[in-house]
């Protein structure tokens, strides 16, 4: 449950700024396109052609310019969003340059707060995994993924069966989305002072347990996700708490165990923690990681990758996506050190997944062992 966009480097930017920009470039593009074949100077086809620096077409954006509607940039509309696990950056969320929203503008509206547990589909291409987010998060933030809300900012009605776990309860105002008849369920099973919240972490805490996704790998890569209800409710729900405290402050985390090494300390800061692309070390060596020319990281624990997310590590999303790109179509460079005005956020970040990476897997020990009664 996630925005699916019509051109991600369009779309979205590590900089604010240099988001905003992109977008007034293509909303002035797309207006003089339907201007020119409102006018007949230019068709369909000659119009789909023109270069992808200036635009990137979808079936829904040539509908849109068939039908003559006209884009208008809006500020609010650019939100801090979840690209992928661990990778944060600005979105530009307007309607007619996404290609498939799902039901974000009823999560996320005008940057009200929100959690989302969102978990791999059917059909994955990846081990099934859930991750917690507080922000817009893409259709691939975990693949082809599925989103399952704390609450709900509705603006349309629609109907709902009785008897769900999560309800879609449309009015005016800010709505819980787990039922009346999950909480009824819940309580006839672990007593009245279970709340809507404890279950929501409650069902975080078990489809985050590596004993859950391996005991149920074909059903979940097949099916919809199903929670069980488990005789150890309390632990669940509080680990569920604890995990999402660790994932949604994930940048913020101090970290004083592993050895830092900096060759050249006399340079200016934002040169010394500028980031191209990190590596791990000699032969793959993934106790070390060389951060740039003039920073290793050595002696991170060898089991710290044994905590996958959507197919990778924590450590790996962090390698792989915070690294300067340029977009081969459109041109568009996405450089993650001007995400955060601190030349040292991109350190500090790598360091503070590390060590967020060491306090899940110490949680996941401590979890009681997954016994599904019988029905």
């Known amino acids: 449950m996630g925005i699916q966009t019509t051109r991600d480097a369009w779309n979205y930017n590590f900089n604010k700024e240099a988001l905003t920009n992109n977008v007034k470039r293509m909303v002035s593009n797309y207006n003089d396109y339907v201007a020119r074949y409102k006018k007949g100077k230019a068709s369909i086809e000659e119009l789909t052609r023109v270069s992808k620096k200036d635009i990137s077409w979808s079936r829904d954006l040539l509908k849109s310019l068939q039908n003559g509607k006209v884009a208008e940039f809006e500020e609010n509309d650019i939100q801090l969003g979840n690209y992928r696990p661990f990778h944060k950056m600005w979105v530009y969320r307007e309607n007619l340059f996404i290609g498939y929203r799902a039901q974000t503008h009823v999560l996320f509206p005008n940057n009200s707060k929100n959690l989302l547990i969102c978990t791999t589909g059917p059909g994955a291409s990846v081990d099934f995994s859930a991750l917690i987010s507080d922000l817009i998060p893409n259709y691939h933030y975990v693949d082809t993924g599925q989103g399952f809300p704390l609450y709900y900012y509705p603006d349309s009605k629609s109907k709902n069966s009785d008897e769900m776990l999560f309800q879609v309860d449309n009015n005016d105002t800010k709505v819980d989305a787990i039922s009346n008849w999950a909480l009824d369920l819940f309580r006839n099973n672990y007593g009245a002072k279970v709340s809507k919240e404890d279950i929501f972490f409650y069902v975080y805490g078990v489809l985050s347990a590596p004993e859950f996704a391996k005991r149920f790998t074909n059903e979940l890569r097949k099916e919809t996700t199903r929670v069980p209800l488990l005789g150890e409710f309390a632990e669940y729900s509080e680990y569920g708490r604890k995990l999402s405290e660790l994932l949604l402050h994930y940048d913020a985390l101090s970290n004083d165990f592993v050895k830092v090494e900096i060759s050249q300390k006399s340079i200016d800061a ?106």
């Open 270 to 375: 934002k040169k010394l923690y500028c980031v191209e692309k990190m590596r791990f070390g000699k032969a793959g060596d993934k106790t070390t990681i060389m951060f740039n020319q003039f920073i290793t990281i050595r002696e991170i624990p060898e089991d710290s990758y044994s905590y996958l997310v959507n197919g990778k590590s924590p450590i790996e999303w962090v390698m792989d996506r915070y690294m300067v790109k340029e977009d081969a179509d459109s041109g568009i460079a996405n450089d993650p050190n001007d995400f955060s005005e601190d030349p040292k956020y991109l350190f500090n970040l790598l360091l503070s997944v590390i060590s967020m990476t060491k306090k899940i897997i110490e949680l996941q020990k401590a979890l009681p062992k997954l016994i599904i009664p019988e029905a």
